[in-house]
């Protein structure tokens, strides 16, 4: 079983477009996370959900969204996107925030045309 | 935030060799931890250590921590193949369920 799955693996879209990306994980976790990797690989934390609460937004446009059902799903969705959104994103999630482990999803490889 | 912050090396190693990589964060921290990356994939826990030790073990794997200088390595022995990855150091600095990650190291293994 996956324990962290984002869909889809792949997206190419035209700019202006808008999209989400789903993430679900099955290990009972409290706390999940956004992560975008450029294209150096820098992998930098867009927000983060502790119980279906926002914890953490860093400085992310506001076209992005992330959205909690519940505690096991946090999606990303992204209006009016622009080629500087191309990136790998990934969720994550993990026990108790950053002292424990974090379990990452495969990424979702966005390409925006 | 505060991140780690890793060497800005390539390592390129023939296999058996031992690969060595550094990570320096700024402010204190509960924890630091050690992630790998295979291309194309997401990132694999490898090892937590807490700001009260100064050594850990897992199989191959030997990191360190110096709170003093604010430091770690990660020593990764007897290389594979298997082990070309980017790695990742990653802190809890900041706190707030912030895990912020350094800019990784990419080390290639030579059969």
């Known amino acids: 079983d996956t324990a962290v799955s984002q869909t889809p693996k792949y997206l190419v879209t035209q700019m202006g477009n808008d999209k989400s990306i789903k993430c679900e994980q099955n290990?009972?976790?409290?706390?999940m996370y956004w992560y975008k990797q450029d294209s150096k690989k820098f992998l930098k934390i867009m927000f983060s959900?502790?119980?279906?609460?926002?914890?953490i937004n860093e400085t992310v446009p506001n076209r992005f969204s992330p959205k909690s059902p519940d505690k096991a799903h946090l999606n990303l969705h992204i209006n009016s996107l622009e080629l500087g959104d191309s990136a790998v994103y990934f969720c994550?999630?993990?026990?108790?925030?950053?002292?424990?482990?974090?379990?990452f999803g495969q990424g979702t490889r966005l390409t925006v045309v | 935030s505060q991140q780690g912050e890793e060497d800005p090396q390539a390592l390129s190693i023939q296999e058996g060799e031992n690969a060595t990589m550094n990570c320096s964060y700024k402010?204190?921290?509960?924890?630091l931890q050690w992630y790998r990356q295979n291309s194309g994939r997401g990132l694999v826990h490898l090892i937590l250590?807490?700001?009260?030790?100064r050594e850990k073990h897992s199989g191959r794997l030997r990191v360190t921590l110096d709170t003093s200088k604010k430091s770690s390595s990660l020593l990764i022995t007897a290389s594979r193949a298997a082990d070309t990855a980017s790695y990742f150091c990653?802190?809890?600095?900041?706190?707030?369920?912030?895990?912020?990650f350094g800019k990784g190291n990419q080390v290639v293994v030579i059969p």
């Open positions: 994550a999630s993990s026990r108790g925030g950053g002292i424990s482990e974090a379990f």
């Open positions: 290990l009972g976790h409290d706390t």
């Open positions: 959900y502790n119980n279906k609460e926002l914890i």
């Open positions: 402010t204190s921290i509960n924890n």
């Open positions: 250590i807490r700001s009260n030790e």
């Open positions: 990653a802190t809890d600095a900041g706190g707030n369920n912030r895990l912020a």
